[in-house]
């Protein structure tokens, strides 16, 4: 047994059996809904099948534009074991390639960040431009019609969307994340203008527990008075005032407003793109299937969730502020405004991470009471809407 598998007699329940729990709790009324079925976070046959039904189908966020803004920048991510190189091309443009080489498909770049000229394989030296044409292949004159215009990397659909870079790996083309999104844009998260935002720190964090665990912890904000006494509980929104978002089969939200109209979680005054209680307002969203959001007006929270094995998961996870918030911070003092922020951050994380993984250990047993759901954890049932929809055969 590796290190993060977890004993679990649900592991060896079969793909048609858990596709047959999921189906009973999708269907079922937001009023009598059920948690997710715990044989879906820990099957291996059901972990396999959602590879494929939704990390090679749907549309994953790989970070925020303005941490690739130079020529040559790069980033790379693993979704379901693909590794993706993104690169900041010269016209501006956002490009993406299968990061494994065109000779014999050795890893290209082993780095999660950095800035080059050129990529160069470590093993035979194949040596492509940003744009992933190959510009040099070291003696393969001595190979008859080789072409160099036909060995250039694999490209990635690649797509932005409110300062967000998004990439798909599906081989028929998918609709656009901007069609997907566009009630959320348009009635929800549109006037705050996140893409202008700055990122000021990315990290990752590997957990041990499924990767539907974080997106169940995020999508209900239940807990944050219980769990976030440290951090998110200090901006006091009482439960009774959560609003949870319409059905839709490409994301979840809640949202509520916080009390006080100025200061931490409020707009800055010169911010005058927010009217009214939205200049004091909160949103939770859930890019299906793995992207994370807390957006406020002088604060954004984004995370990627990526599954490793099926109780193990990557969370590459950044924070972005507005300018106007930024430009009141004396340059003098901005270190020590980061690491604050950075602390402030790690601790949330980890009030998350004991009950992220309390989830995924409680929910190993077979033996397990019904369970229910708040009636502000409504984004859970969405969810499962969502996995039903994806996953069924
Ligand atoms: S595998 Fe990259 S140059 Fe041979
Ligand atoms: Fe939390």
């Known amino acids: 047994m590796l290190k993060n598998e977890r004993l679990s007699i649900h592991k060896g329940s079969s793909l048609k059996s858990v596709l047959t729990e999921l189906e009973t709790a999708a269907m079922l009324s937001f009023e009598d809904s059920v948690p997710i079925p715990a044989a879906v976070n820990h099957s291996k046959e059901f972990f396999t099948h959602e590879l494929k039904s939704i990390f090679l189908k749907e549309w994953i966020c790989v970070g925020r534009e303005d941490e690739i803004s130079n020529e040559g920048d790069f980033l790379t991510h693993e979704v379901a074991g693909v590794s993706i190189l993104i690169v900041r091309q010269t016209n501006g443009s956002i490009s993406s390639f299968i990061n494994a080489c065109a000779h014999r498909f050795a890893r290209l770049v082993q780095e999660k960040s950095g800035n080059t000229k050129r990529f160069i394989c470590p093993y035979h030296a194949w040596t492509y431009n940003i744009g992933g044409e190959l510009i040099r292949a070291p003696y393969m004159e001595m190979k008859n019609c080789f072409d160099k215009k036909t060995n250039g990397l694999h490209l990635v659909n690649t797509e932005i969307w409110e300062g967000f870079v998004y990439i798909n790996l599906a081989k028929e083309k998918q609709k656009s994340v901007s069609s997907r999104l566009k009630f959320l844009k348009d009635e929800v998260v549109g006037r705050y203008d996140m893409a202008s935002y700055k990122t000021v720190m990315r990290k ?20 944050v008075p219980i769990a976030h006494k440290k951090t998110f509980a200090l901006h006091k929104k009482p439960l009774e005032v959560y609003y949870c978002g319409e059905d839709n089969d490409h994301f979840c939200y809640h949202r509520a407003a916080q009390e006080a109209d100025t200061g931490s979680g409020a707009a800055h005054p010169k911010n005058n793109r927010l009217k009214g209680e939205w200049r004091r307002m909160m949103v939770d969203c859930c890019v299906f299937p793995c992207q994370l959001i807390t957006l406020m007006p002088d604060f954004l929270w984004y995370i990627t969730v990526l599954p490793l094995d099926i109780g193990r998961f990557e969370a590459t996870w950044g924070v972005a502020i507005p300018l106007e918030v930024l430009a009141d911070i004396p340059s003098s003092e901005y270190e020590n405004w980061l690491s604050e922020l950075s602390d402030y951050m790690d601790t949330a994380n980890d009030e998350d ?11 190993a047993s077979t033996i397990l009471p019904k369970g229910t759901l708040h009636p502000i954890e409504k984004n859970l049932w969405q969810f499962t809407k969502y996995l039903h929809k994806m996953c069924r055969i």
Do not use: C, P, R
């Open 204 to 223: 990752t964090m590997t957990w041990d527990a499924n990767w539907k665990n974080l997106i169940e912890n995020f999508t209900e904000s239940y807990h």
């Open 353 to 363: 991470k004991i009950l992220v993984q309390a989830l995924n250990q409680g929910s």
